[in-house]
């Protein structure tokens, strides 16, 4: 009896796995699935027409865009240029500078630590800023992408392949907190990290961007860090700060980054 017993309840425990596996799939095959996607494009133009309510709803609110947007926060009193320079630029500068500064304070709460150097991409700065009011629309326009300040501490050993980069790209890519001087050939005449030279065997905190911390523009040595610290401070709101901040923009071409004659 006891054998018989136990082969009904085999028989029993069988039929509910049989039956729940049919259940299962019986409701995957329920499941509604999209089978094709159809799509009308609206052309937007001057012949379209404005929807009275939708005007109604939105004018606030672009209205008070526009007065952020174009109220003065600072004055230039002549064009920044990203291109007034051959090695450092009054726009690159002024972006490398905003960066430090801005950014120092940020870095130095959370780590307990100081930016050294600061290196962005040239082809980052999107638009001059141009003699007159400064505003939030013209951070926008210098810096219209979401890149944040990222800052990743680097071996000698990995500046050494940023000093290389540097002076092979031969272009103006904005840096603060350092000197590069290269000889007639492009080869490195000095360099040096806050007025002293670099020490191999000592790691540096690098601001930059988090575009660029990941190679782009081919500065694959950001690869190397040591370790990163990620601030979640868009370059373009550090712009917004600074700008807020000061009266006159007064950016200047220096001997941060030069060649020889």
Known sequence: MAKLKHFDYLKIKHFVIFITISLSLSCKEGIPTISSIEGNRITIDSNSTAIDSIQEFITPYHDRIEEILTNPLAYAPFTISKTDGQYNTTAGNLMADIVLQQSQPIFKQRTGNNIDVVLLNH????????????????????MPFENTVVVVELKGSSLLKMIDYLSKAKRAHPIAGMQLVLNKDY??????????????????????????VTGGDNMNFFKEYVSITETEYKIRNAMIDYFTKVDTLAPNVDSRFYQLQ
Request: no cysteine.
């Open 123 to 142: 082809g980052g700065i999107r638009a001059t800023i141009s003699k007159g009011n400064v505003t939030a629309r013209t951070a926008y326009e210098v």
């Open 187 to 212: 080869s490195v005449h000095t360099f040096s990290i806050n007025g002293k030279p670099l020490n191999k065997e000592q790691t540096y905190f690098v601001a930059t961007s988090n575009y660029l």
